[in-house]
């Protein structure tokens, strides 16, 4: 299950280019495309303010975060704290990929025991057919 994609040094291109790669997955296909349920986020350098472009609802909107300083956390943390939904984004990817895991063991055991089943049920016919329906 892919739950991150990240971009490539092409990711900054001015201008879209065939054959290029984007992003490690494919997935995003110009420059600077933020995809729906991703984000990315950059520091101004000379406001030093933090900035995101986010795409977590129907159209994709701009934050500006402030300054961050890493006294407590690092900057990474800082970003993770107040992009919640990326946070509940993840979490419902894990929880899909569970459930894809526990549908997946209980079909491969569902179809174990009903081939167990099935065996069992031609013994008895054939043992039947021997005794004459007996």
């Not at 107040?82 to 179809?111: G, W, Y």
Request: glycine letters at 8%; hydrophobic letters at 35%.
């Amino acid at each position: 299950v892919t739950v991150s994609d990240f971009y490539t040094p092409n990711y900054f291109d001015s201008v879209t280019a065939t054959g290029v790669r984007y992003s490690w997955t494919g997935a995003i296909t110009q420059p600077r495309q933020v995809l729906q349920g991703g984000y990315i986020s950059w520091q101004d350098p000379i406001s030093g303010h933090w900035f995101q472009e986010v795409y977590f609802g129907p159209k994709p909107e701009f934050r500006d975060l402030g300054r961050l300083t890493a006294t407590q956390r690092s900057i990474r943390n800082e970003i993770q704290r107040r992009t919640p939904e990326a946070r509940v984004q993840r979490r419902a990817i894990a929880d899909q990929a569970l459930t894809a895991a526990v549908k997946e063991s209980v079909t491969s055991s569902s179809t174990a025991k009903a081939h167990g089943i099935r065996q069992r049920i031609a013994a008895l016919q054939k043992s039947l057919a021997r005794n004459g329906g007996k």
